[in-house]
């Protein structure tokens, strides 16, 4: 019987103009050949709400300051079982939708485990993603930005969940 560690993080999907998604490509330390595609964010601090975990990450991530308040409404959650590092999380995970016209990404922010396992990043095109044959998070991106950018309602909002 595997034995989830419980885990709620907050995750950005990070849109510029021609309507791509930032992602960071990276790989599990406990399995250096699993590699994969994946959005900004990451785990809740004790305390924090999803929103101020989405900022706080995206700013650590990509150099991106936004405050919780232009955020706004998660556009979407799931709940994913994975492995990471040799441990396995049952991950309650909300989604923020932001757009930018365009943005240099500024990795500097990065944590230890981070810096180990992340490898690069791109954006990318729903379509791109689609076609591509990569390992990507969540295995629904494609089909989930087409959703999420058909009802944007201005530069950092969405539609609720």
Known sequence: MTVYTPRRAARV?????????????????????????????????????????????????????????????????ETVEYPF?????????????????SWEVDTTGFNDVEQASVTGHRWWSAAELASSGERYYPGDLPALLSRVLAGADGPTGGVPC
Not at 42 to 50: K, N, Q
Not at 85 to 101: A, H, K, N, S, T
């Open 85 to 101: 590092d040799g441990v396995w999380y049952r991950q309650e995970q909300e989604f923020f939708l932001v757009r930018v016209p």
């Open 13 to 77: 999907l990070l849109v510029d103009a021609d309507g791509r998604v930032l992602l960071f490509a990276g790989f599990d330390p406990a399995r250096p050949e699993h590699r994969y595609w994946f959005t900004p964010g990451g785990g809740l601090d004790a305390g924090e709400s999803p929103a101020a975990a989405a900022a706080r990450e995206l700013a650590e991530e990509t150099g991106l300051r936004l405050t919780p308040a232009e955020l706004g409404e998660p556009v979407w959650r």
